[in-house]
């Protein structure tokens, strides 16, 4: 298909919104698994790694921030799901 689509209506169905890599943006290429409040940022609220198209993160930087949130949830500095927020894990018994 060429880009001679007809348009129907002037409306766009998503808005295309100027993607700037946030890391990028803030000289953070190598992006720390220690530095936690700024890799929530790019967290869903529910804890999930935001996909690319939404985060607009490159790929280099999506890559290095996956990464540091695996690290992270493994050594306990973000957790996996919500039903984790708490300190105790489910089946804990004193
Ligand atoms: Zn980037």
Redesign the pocket.
């Known amino acids: 298909m060429t880009s001679q689509a007809p348009k129907k209506t002037g409306q766009k169905r998503f808005y295309s919104r100027r993607k700037v ?1 946030q ?2 943006a803030d000289k953070k ?1 190598d992006l720390d698994y220690k530095d936690v409040d700024y890799l929530k940022k790019f967290l869903s609220d529910r804890y999930m790694i935001e996909a690319r198209r939404k985060s607009g ?2 790929a ?2 999506q890559r290095t921030f996956a990464r540091a949130v695996k690290r992270a949830r493994q050594i306990g500095l973000i957790p996996y799901t919500p039903a984790h927020r708490g300190v105790n894990p489910i089946n804990f018994r004193r």
Do not use: A
């Open positions: 890599c890391p990028c290429q993160m490159c280099k930087c």
